[in-house]
């Protein structure tokens, strides 16, 4: 079972048979969006119907967090920068190409372990009170930004938040792609840390939530990653020997 999820899946034949970069991408981004935006909105929705909270992660320093409507902008930066970033970073070889499916699939069972535990232990982020404060006073562009997001998106599934981990995911491949480019990656690692701050200026998420969607990575470059890249290593180490 452990081999199976270490090697690439069978879901990704489509995406293999692809033979431009952006046709191998656009159905490696199409495939992940038909696994996770059902099961994070189906769960989301879920948790919000329900109603319930096993644990309020407020603190002091969670109130005292400025609300900044104008943050909004980063904090969306989730899906116009990080999720396209393998867009600009994947090298396009053989190899580049194996580590971006590699990368989707430990976001698949990134998304799949927090799912679980927002059913597990729920938080209602009732600090989106302080934001819903300030409506009257905010610029239409960004209150417009604001109501997209609180119309798909309920104020549960709070940690570990999905969008510093799936950002950081996606971080930690372009910088390990753009290795001979520490201007780049400097750059990537910069905005991802403006953008974990963002789900707290947004109220969006307390502060456990962003430790804790840091910290998740952790074991699952650990147990999933990190193997999964040393098997192409031996696999290309085989190829050469023979």
């Known amino acids: 079972m452990r081999e199976k999820l270490l090697d690439i899946w069978p879901i990704w034949k489509f995406t293999i048979a692809r033979k431009t970069s952006i046709g191998f991408l656009l159905s490696m981004a199409a495939i992940n969006s038909l696994i996770l935006s059902p099961s994070y909105l189906i769960t989301n929705h879920i948790m919000g119907w329900r109603g319930t909270t096993a644990l309020d992660p407020t603190t002091s320093w969670d109130l005292a967090v400025p609300f900044m409507a104008w943050t909004i902008v980063i904090y969306l930066s989730l899906f116009y920068f990080f999720y396209p970033l393998p867009l600009i970073s994947m090298p396009d070889n053989k190899r580049g190409r194996q580590e971006a499916l590699i ?15 927002f059913v597990i232990c729920p938080a209602e982020v009732h600090i989106r009170s302080q934001a819903l404060e300030n409506v009257d006073t ?24 999905l969008h510093v ?13 753009w290795k001979d480019k520490p201007i780049r990656q400097w750059a990537v690692g910069i905005w991802w840390i403006l953008m974990a701050l963002s789900i707290l200026t947004t109220k969006q998420h307390f502060i456990l939530d962003m430790i804790t969607g840091a910290l998740i990575i952790v074991p699952l470059w650990k147990w999933q990653i990190q193997p999964s890249l040393d098997r192409l290593d031996g696999e290309s180490i085989e190829e050469v020997a023979s």
């Open 138 to 161: 905010m610029h239409p562009v960004f209150l417009a930004m604001f109501e997209g997001l609180w119309f798909m998106d309920e104020p549960y599934n709070a940690w570990p938040s």
């Open 103 to 117: 990368m989707s699939q430990s976001l698949i069972v990134l998304y799949a372990v927090s799912n679980i535990w």
């Open 165 to 177: 981990s799936s950002a950081l995911l996606f971080t930690l491949f372009a910088i390990r792609w």
